[in-house]
Each structure stands twice: as structure tokens, then as C-alpha cells.
């Protein structure tokens, strides 16, 4: 029975994690055999600023996913993020070739066609996503080939890439011997993981919110509409955390991550507590007429050293203003493209950064829609420590290269090389069509 080996490695601002995964002939679910997360050095909100130390720390994750998984690897597949990540949606029209069947050959032409648009020469496409097809001005088609006509159209969005940010990325894993089958955008990534097909046709909004950036992409009809990044995330909050507070950024680091014990500390069940109910009733009122000194939590259990105590009020201010500002950022990009973040199956947000309290309560005051966490979906075997929403997007790249394996052993490729780039993104587009075959 043939196995094949796919790798996937999410180069973040905070972490880079890879994940080695395996699916035998006959199986749907890949299963993971080799995982580790290396804190991300060399890497700035999405973007390589330090070539060097991104590749020792992409090294380092390889290296260990690779001893987990009792085997060495030569290509991979991985994530591109950053600020300038940009997307536009653009048509293709072809006339059908002789005997008006619609061939892949068609499909093809049409999608060539769509990509000749005029981007500048340091903007590389690294995706051309078919949104819908329209033959003979029928359109809301998803598959095409097979049908009669005489005139293909098809809708595609297309996401870019600076090309200096994907040749730094290309360059760090090359140099570790690797060859790059694919970058893939971590918002769409993300979307591969998190999304169920009911949310997509509905209409909705993916926030992927990791440390250094926030990855948008927006669904309507089935199809992604609009992909973008903004340059926020959690470690703003821990910045601000550690002004606010005035603690390192170590220790605000610490205090961001264990909210959940300094909100909702452990209280002790009333079943067993043996104090007389009168007296117990004289402290809920002592209590409850304290002043605000009794706002302070104790910390010294998460071993901060320069701080005890700290307020709960301003803590929780601190974090839900800057939830608010990159709420705020969001919706304005969103809106300057003619698009709302506010979809009718609401907003679904992911990354790390959504594992925060109350970040789902902010949105919805935000937005004024039902927001809920994304948490990552299928995939087998060793997923233990990658099952919370800061994995979404190395679960959901695992899941596109399982898909683009499958074009490679059918003889199709993604043409994705380090230089053939838009070649890949035409094979990609190929993938999804076949994906599409009944």
C-alpha cells in the first residue's frame, strides 16, 4: 500500500511549527507522525528581518519534527504572512474550442486569461483561487467541464505575495537543504482547517489572530471574496500589558497567557466549606462592601518577580482596548475593499491570540454578529499539542499539500518550484478544479 509523506511548516512571528504527516492509499484522514514548535526568532509581524536566525530557527523545529517522526525530509510546504499581503478578484473569458464540450484545456485558458492582469513587478501571485464559472452568460457554475457552450468566464481571486518577502522565506528553507513544493497564505491556510462548508455558502469572516499580524479572509457563496493582513496581534497586547502594568515583557507574556487563572480563580465548592451560614453570610457582605483594593490578584504563583499584585479592572482594560483597535483596523480594511466583516454566518476567529478571554465577547460587541473560536479539524494521530486555534493554519496546510500529493502522484504538479511560482498558481487552481470531480 503507498504511503505518502507530506510536511508543513507555519512560520510565525511568535513559533514555527512543523508538522510531518502521513496518509496510506485509501485513507482521508492524514495522521500526524512527527511535531514540534521552536520559538520563531529572525521573524517581524508575518515578515523575515533576519534571514540567519529564521532559518536556525526553522532548522530547529525541522530537525525535531523529524526525530519524532523517525525520518528525514526533502520538501515541505509552508506559510507566508505579512502586512502587504494583498488579494483582487479578476475575470478570465475564453472562447470553447472546437465541438463547444468545455475541456479542462478550457478551464485552463480561462483561468491564464484571468491572471493577466497588470500587478507591479515586486508582486508575485502565489494563489488563483476559481471563484465561480459562467458559460453562455449562465453563471453561479462551480465545475464547468464536461457542459456545452461556446464562451467560458471565470471569476478568480488571486492573492499576492511582495516578492521579496516569498524569495527571503524560499531562501531560509533552501538553505537547509529543502526543497519548497508550495507557500501557501496562512489566512487561507486557516480557512482549510477551521470553516465548514454551510459558513462559506452562508457568507463569512476568518480572523486569524496570531502574535505579529491578523490574517483576514472573507467567504461568500462557497467562495473566498477577499484576503488581506494587518500588522497586530497578541503581542501587542503583551506590550501593552507590560506598560500598562509595568512588568517585562516576559512577565507580561506570562500574565497574557494565564488569564484564565487570574480571572476565574479556583473558589472553594460551597458543599464542603464548615463555616456556619450566619458567618458565612457576614463576609459575602464584607465582601461586597469592600472597596476597589479588593480588585487585586495575587501573581506571585506564576513566578513574576517584580509585581505580587495587580488589578483586574485594568488588566482586563488593557486587553479589550487593544481587542477594540484591532477590531477597528480590520473593519477598515475590510470596508475600503466594499466588503463588511459582519457576514450573515458571522465572523470566526482563530490564531493564538483567540484563545484570550472575552475575545469572542469583544467582537460580537464589535461587529454586532455571533463570533465564535476556530479550533482545527481533520487530522489523526499525534494532534495533542496542535489542537487549539494557535495551529489552525499548519493543520490546514497539512490538509492543502495531502490535496496537491494527490496531483503530484496523478501525474498533474503544482509547477510550484522556487522559481516557478505562478506556474504553481495555476496548478493549484488545477488541483482545485479536479478536487470538484464527483
Known sequence: MARRIVTAIDVGSRKITTVIASVDDGEKRPTVIGVFTHTSTGVKKGTIVNIEEATDSISESVTAAEKMAGITVSDVYVTING????????KGVVAV???NEITIDDTMRAIENAKTLSLPQ??????????????????GIKYPIGMTGMRLEVETHIITAPMSSWQNLV???????????????TGWASSLAVLTDTEKELGVAMLDIGSGTTSISIFQEGSIAYSSCVPLGGQSITSDIAIGLQVALEDAERIKVNLDKIF???TQDPRKDKTPALLRKKEEVRKSMKDDSEDMVDISALGIQSKDRISKKMLKQIIEARLDEIFDIVKENVSQAGYEVAMPAGIVVTGGTSLL?????????????????GYPTGLSGMIEEISDPSYSAVQGLVKHAMDDEIELDAGVGSGQGPL???GGA????LSWLRSLLP
Open 83 to 90: 502586512e502587504q499581503i494583498t488579494s483582487i478578484n479578476n
Open 97 to 99: 474550442a472546437a465541438g
Open 122 to 139: 515586486n508582486i508575485n501571485p502565489i494563489h488563483i483561487i476559481p471563484r465561480e464559472f459562467v458559460v453562455d452568460n449562465q453563471g
Open 171 to 185: 531562501k531560509c528553507v533552501q538553505q537547509l537543504g529543502l526543497t519548497v513544493n508550495d507557500i501557501v497564505f
Open 264 to 266: 476565574s480563580p479556583k
Open 357 to 373: 478571554q472575552d475575545v469572542t465577547k469583544v467582537a460580537e460587541g464589535k461587529f454586532g454578529v455571533p463570533v465564535r473560536a
Open 420 to 422: 516557478g511560482n505562478v
Open 426 to 429: 495555476l496548478g493549484k487552481a
